[in-house]
């Protein structure tokens, strides 16, 4: 044999055999070093007379027929009604008004938007509400109460009681109004007064403050305590970054806190992410701090800390929609269908 011809690996081991390619008449087969052959599966298809993707044999998905579900139930509409508005210094009514419930606004105590604007001014420097009223269109607000029906209006009045007194006096002739006091105070003995006087604080009413004034009204409104509790923890913005605190320090507030009204402004401790101790050390902001009292997203860039504290929305939202829900809520039924 040819020394070219020989295979050294072979001739050392001659139960070994080279990989061929070889190709046998019922497929194709490889020699593998054991000397075996491995012949591949053949593989016969058999001609169908479809020619769509096999025939799955898997059982039919069950189809399920919802039911058809009626629900019958009652909400409220209610009419829309002119209001008349007397502020002692700043309206702040204003923020508690629906749109869809108000039909028309009067100030009768000032002859312009202008001259309302400025009087406003004069107690509160860059005051939200004269910003917010200038905002208004200006065919809503009227200053001549002689185009008013007064007796089916609604009286607002915020201020002190003795400002009430003096509207008391002018205004008998008004069926509806609703009085509350524009500043915190707590009294131990009610003031005189020709109707009942009333104390309501924020904290009952589910804000985290103990802010407390006086109201009347001249409906029966029967104001009950809101069940949701309320802390500074829910009115917090985790994404601020506070300032270092090591441990949780024992002269400041917690997060379920409620906060008193002469310490509204004091640093809260509330665990953060931003410390290396998980501690964080910050007074409230200002856009905070108008959530705490009820103001409206949309009017909340008017506000600065400068502007708190004032009467807490939460209670004059509840005043109205109880003056409403009595006195021009309609019951409509409605009928709801589901499938």
Not at 8 to 34: E, K, M, Q
Request: proline share 9%.
């Amino acid at each position: 044999m040819s020394p070219f011809r020989q295979d050294h690996f072979r001739n050392a081991h001659p139960s070994a055999s080279i990989v061929t390619d070889a190709t046998l008449d019922d497929g194709p087969s490889v020699r593998r070093a054991t000397g075996s052959i491995f012949k591949a599966p053949s593989v016969s298809v058999q001609p169908t007379s479809d020619t769509s993707l096999p025939f799955d044999h898997s059982p039919a998905p069950t189809i399920h027929k919802k039911r058809k579900v009626i629900q019958h139930g009652v909400i409220s509409d209610f009419q829309r009604i002119d209001i008349i508005i007397y502020a002692e210094k700043i309206p702040w009514w204003i923020l508690s008004l629906d749109p869809n419930r108000v039909k028309r606004l009067c100030f009768p105590m000032f002859s312009c938007l202008e001259a309302l604007c400025a009087s406003i001014r004069h107690f509160q420097d860059e005051s939200p509400i004269a910003s917010i009223l200038e905002s208004f269109n200006v065919e809503d607000l009227f200053f001549d109460i002689a185009s008013f029906d007064v007796p089916s209006s609604l009286l607002l009045v915020c201020g002190s009681v003795h400002f009430f007194l003096d509207i008391w006096d002018m205004e008998m002739s008004l069926k509806s109004w609703i009085f509350c006091t524009d500043k915190h105070q707590k009294m131990r003995k009610l003031p005189d007064f020709p109707v009942q006087l009333r104390r309501i604080s924020h904290f009952q009413q589910g804000g985290p403050t103990t802010f407390e004034m006086l109201w009347a009204s001249s409906d029966d409104i029967d104001f009950h305590r809101e069940p949701l509790v309320r802390t500074i923890g829910d009115f917090l913005d985790h994404g601020i970054r506070p300032r270092y605190c090591p441990q949780p320090p024992k002269d400041h507030f917690s997060p379920s806190a409620i906060l008193p009204v002469k310490g509204i402004f004091s640093e809260i401790c509330y665990p953060t992410h931003f410390s290396a101790s998980g501690f964080g050390l910050r007074a409230l902001v200002a856009s905070e701090m108008a959530h705490v009292f009820g103001v409206p997203s949309k009017y909340v860039h008017y506000f600065k800390l400068m502007h708190f504290p004032f009467p807490p929305l939460q209670i004059l939202d509840g005043l109205l929609f109880q003056w409403f829900e009595i006195n021009l809520s309609k019951p409509r039924k409605i009928r709801k269908v589901d499938f």
